[in-house]
């Protein structure tokens, strides 16, 4: 997996990956545009989206139909700490909540960016000098 981000100066950078991109900024208390995803936002959407497409996944194994799937992700931070400590993933469906509650669990196991987040990566920074 690749992604690339090109900063644009400010608070502002885009986002590439597969062809796809996204656009990235604060909002103005934090010296941004409000023009983009601020970063936190799209680390917490990617959990919120890999978590949806776990719960389909696993509702289709079943025969089970998800109707109104929605995954919501909150998080705290504690106070000026540049880190989130405590994360809630909140499944919603028009199923019975203990069927929904099984596929929640089962998902948990399947979402890649739930994984990583509870076994976190070794993380390596380098500096490249531009060709």
């Not at 997996?1 to 796809?20: I, L, P, S």
């Not at 909150?74 to 909540?97: H, I, N, S």
Request: with cysteine.
């Amino acid at each position: 997996m690749k992604v690339t981000a090109t900063f644009h100066g400010g608070m502002a950078a885009t986002v590439e990956a597969r062809g796809h991109c996204v656009e990235v900024d604060e909002p103005p208390e934090a010296g941004g545009e409000d023009e983009g995803f601020m970063p936190t936002e799209l680390l917490f959407a990617g959990l919120a989206s890999c978590f949806a497409l776990a719960l389909g996944h696993a509702a289709r194994k079943r025969d089970v139909d998800l109707q109104g799937l929605k995954v919501e992700v909150t998080a705290q931070r504690p106070g000026k700490d540049l880190r989130y400590d405590q994360v809630v993933v909140t499944a919603q469906a028009r199923a019975p909540q203990d069927a929904l509650q099984d596929l929640v669990d089962k998902a948990a196991r399947l979402c890649w960016v739930s994984n990583t987040f509870a076994q976190p990566p070794q993380i390596e920074y380098r500096a490249t000098e531009v060709p």
